[in-house]
């Protein structure tokens, strides 16, 4: 279960131009013992080392990237002209780039002062000459460590012509070449006279002899995440960042938990231990012989417990929040630790062999599944425990066409629509203000949090006209989207009251009769539903759905509903599923198309299609699929363990979409073989031996670290849902997650990408979120004072920076008109525009 077959790109990726590794911070020198040149040369005073794939296979580079501070770079450009950035030569001014070749006598050295130094030969210099990386003290011992070991992995590739994987540790100690002199002093203040002969640079490195006891021996490390990238100009806001933002925490494994007494050990195996190392983006080992065992501790309760003959190294309950990964190319299990003050930290298991990672799944799943559904594994039938241990594999859709496009083009796209969207809101910024926020009202007066307490809660995104309408406590505000993609304030429904003058707070919203109606729900009358008359702003109808059938969720006729004149919709009961039509007298509810299982199956949400097939969740976990009303589901797709808390289809009924709290599921409803080849689940039924099998759709364990490290929470996904067009077939899926939007590539999910999404933070938790009708690009979302609309472009791989939220742009949606807040002292200080004019 939980397989990642790709997870090699945790190492090196498939991206020519993506680092392997990083070291966010240090010097760059270039040492000239012999040379009557000088000395020593500081090349870069600011700089960060990685290790870079090239565009051949088993080619890397060793660059050294320039970091500006704030206005440095334009300073400099002033100086050399405004023809500077063209000239041939301003790539060498930023970056060093050197092929990681054998020839290098690429080695480290740690000082007794904990000074860290990255050295290598200057091929093109004198006998002698050396470059020299000396690491900020920031940087951890165990990030050089692994920046090391990847650097001889790498010159293995180049010689060998093949995979690091195949290469021994005695491979690998090749590359360390200890019969080099000591690395110089790089300092120029501790420079002996220039003038000096071979003699006098011996008797030099013989006081630095003591220095090569401190040198590293080889240190083991295993499938890692990606390093994060870190461009060469710094931003204001970057600099800013590094000066107010201390680390919150020990970046360290954390203390062990006490281990329970174990009732029944499920699985007991010996591995290799690595820890998730936050600077590097890097798993390092930690000891190389551990025992990690899972147990039974009673009361549907149980353990994972990790520990080595010398330490306790960690004990965590077995649970959803693990976010377990098996990948069995690397023989590793990935997953996660959540601490009592809500810190985050991944590991990593590696196992000697498949048959020992085998058995440790198999407890592991099993534990998980007994603690989900309080089932005992033993009593669930054969197919139906194979179905579960296979339904997180990363399946191969064989019918998918493979994508033939590169990533750097899309990186570019990317960053191409960044750019779009930075020149219109440079445009948009020039724009005249209006007289209210050009008043001299101080901005530190104005009230940006409403008095009544209330936040945002539900959007509902208009299909017909361009309008969208959010939910806060009793009252509705109306946003018009502008032709240039942003959002304008229209207006507020002051008051939600029933037709009897009763205030109330809806719990759920639908836009229904070509935009005109929205239909309500009061949590506290569960039977009734009302209409509001978008027209008039106020509620015209209450609907009595059925006297003993509560309604849970509801849900369009089909997917284009609302577009249309269409007066029924479907709604779904804990134990039943049926058709409204408020056009009936008395109750609502249509007998004749009513589904009602005997036992409460506890279903929670509903969604269709285009032709109005008819998808229905539960908190059980498991998917039903109808063709119409009134009869038996065409496909049971079986429950995987968590409750389901948001459901979608594509329009063509192809895929189903499902969101449990901390992943997405992506189900392929069409059937491969058979007598039914070709149809959808919705349509006819699958063979009981070809269910479909889910597509788990999850944060990297190591993103999830990271996310948690920021915020302090654990992942909770907002029901995801496709972007929706009449026009074109699905190509996206929005989710959010604390202060986190998260956007997925469906075609990078089906090509089998590691990380396939992208993210924008906030300073404040996204509440709700749904595309713009007919387009991928533009997302509209709430937060708990402010509603936004997001452009894609905006939206950033996953790394570092962009996780924490650096600039703060990053913490501001985009508006309709006016100034933005800024960061003062690390505290982001809400501007009057901050909130969007929402009196509601």
């Known amino acids: 279960m939980f397989v990642l077959k790709n997870v090699g790109k945790l190492i090196f990726g498939n991206n020519s131009q993506e680092s392997v590794i990083e070291l966010p911070q240090g010097q760059l020198y270039l040492v000239r013992p012999l040379s009557p040149k000088g000395y020593s040369e500081l090349i870069f005073k600011d700089a960060t080392a990685r290790i870079r794939r090239t565009g051949q296979d088993f080619q890397y580079q060793l660059v050294v990237q320039r970091v500006y501070e704030e206005g440095e770079a334009e300073l400099l450009a002033e100086e050399e002209g405004e023809d500077a950035e063209i000239d041939a030569l301003a790539v060498e001014r930023d970056e060093k780039t050197f092929l990681l070749d054998e020839s290098l006598h690429f080695r480290v050295e740690s000082r007794e002062n904990s000074q860290q130094i990255l050295a290598w030969r200057d091929l093109s210099g004198d006998v002698g000459d050396v470059y020299e990386f000396v690491c900020d003290s920031r940087v951890q011992s165990m990030s050089v460590e692994a920046f090391e070991r990847i650097a001889k992995q790498c010159q293995y590739e180049r010689k060998y012509r093949k995979p690091h994987t195949t290469a021994s540790e005695a491979d690998l100690q090749q590359f360390e070449f200890d019969d080099e002199q000591p690395i110089p002093d790089a300092s120029p203040i501790h420079s002996p006279t220039l003038a000096r002969s071979i003699d006098g640079s011996d008797e030099m490195f013989s006081k630095n002899a003591a220095n090569m006891s401190a040198k590293r021996g080889p240190v083991s490390t295993p499938p890692r995440a990606p390093a994060a990238q870190m461009k060469p100009k710094s931003t204001p806001a970057q600099k800013q960042e590094r000066e107010v933002k201390a680390p919150t925490k020990d970046m360290g494994p954390p203390k062990a938990s006490e281990q329970p007494e174990p009732q029944e050990i499920l699985s007991m195996e010996l591995g290799e231990l690595h820890f998730f190392d936050f600077p590097s983006g890097a ?32 004990g965590i309950p077995v649970i959803a929040d693990i976010n377990p990964v098996f990948n069995f190319e690397f023989l590793s299990f990935i997953f996660n630790q959540f601490t009592e003050d809500g810190s985050a ?14 058995r440790f799944q198999e407890g592991l799943m099993r534990a998980l599944w007994e603690q989900l559904n309080e089932v005992k594994w033993t009593k669930v039938k054969d197919k139906e425990r194979e179905y579960v241990l296979e ?7 064989d019918d998918v066409p493979e994508d033939q496009e590169d990533e750097e083009d899309e990186e570019e796209e990317a960053e191409e629509e960044e750019a779009e969207y930075e020149d219109a809101e440079e445009d948009h910024d020039d724009a005249p203000q209006s007289e209210h926020y050009d008043s001299d ?6 009230e940006t949090q409403p008095g009544d307490g209330a936040v945002n809660k539900s959007i509902a995104v208009g299909y017909k006209h361009d309008r969208s309408f959010v939910v806060r406590g009793s009252k509705i505000g109306v946003f018009k989207h502008t032709p240039n993609n942003h959002l304008e304030f229209s207006t507020n429904i002051a008051k939600v009251e029933t037709p009897q003058g ?12 070509e935009d005109r109606n929205l239909v309500l729900q009061n949590d506290t009358d569960p039977n009734k539903l009302y209409r509001m008359d978008l027209e008039y702003g106020k ?8 006297d003993d059938i509560p309604v849970v969720s509801f849900a369009p006729e089909n997917k284009f509903a609302q577009m249309t004149h269409e007066p029924t919709f479907l709604g779904i009961s804990h134990n039943s599923l049926f058709r409204v039509d408020p056009r009936l007298s008395g109750n609502k509810l249509v007998d004749t198309q009513l589904k009602q299982y005997a036992s409460k199956n506890d279903f929670s949400a509903i969604s269709t299609t285009e032709k109005g097939y008819v998808a229905v969740a539960s908190n059980k976990g498991d998917i039903r699929l109808f063709d119409r009303l009134g009869i038996n589901a065409k496909t049971h797709i079986p429950a995987l363990g968590e409750p389901i808390i948001g459901l979608d289809v594509s329009a063509d009924g192809r895929w189903v979409l499902a969101t449990c709290r901390t992943y997405l599921l992506l189900i392929d409803a069409q059937q491969k073989s058979g007598k039914n080849e070709g149809k959808l689940g919705f349509e006819r039924s699958f063979a009981a031996d070809a269910k479909p099998q889910p597509r788990r759709l999850a944060l990297t364990p190591e993103h999830v670290a990271q996310f948690s490290y920021e915020t302090g929470k654990p992942v909770s996904l907002t029901p995801a849902r496709f972007n929706i067009s009449q026009q074109s077939e699905e190509t996206s899926i929005i989710s959010a997650t604390g202060p986190y939007v998260v ?12 990380a396939p999404y992208i993210i924008k933070r906030y300073a404040d938790d996204v509440k709700a979120d749904d595309f713009k009708f007919g387009t991928d690009e533009n997302v509209i979302l709430a937060l708990p004072n402010e509603v936004s609309m997001v452009s894609k472009g905006q939206m950033k791989r996953p790394t570092r920076e962009s996780i924490a939220g650096v600039a703060a742009r990053l913490s501001t949606p985009r508006r309709s008109s006016g100034r933005v807040g800024t960061r003062e002292s690390g505290r982001y200080k809400l501007g009057k525009d901050d909130v969007v004019n929402s009196p509601y």
């Open 283 to 314: 798993f390092v080992l930690q000891d190389s012989s551990v025992t990690a065992q899972v147990s039974d501790i009673g009361n549907w309760h149980y353990w994972l417990h990790v520990a080595s003959k010398d330490r306790e190294w960690l």
């Open 345 to 358: 930290y991944s590991w990593l298991l590696r196992f000697k062999d498949q048959p020992t990672l085998e």
């Open 391 to 397: 339904a997180f594999e990363d399946l191969k859709m």
């Open 441 to 446: 009202e101080e901005q530190d007066d104005f």
């Open 502 to 513: 009763k205030l109330f707070s809806p719990k759920k919203v639908m836009l229904h009769n």
């Open 539 to 546: 509620v015209v109808d209450e609907w009595n759905v059925h």
């Open 743 to 754: 956007d997925w590539s469906l075609k990078k999910i089906l090509r089998g990408a590691k």
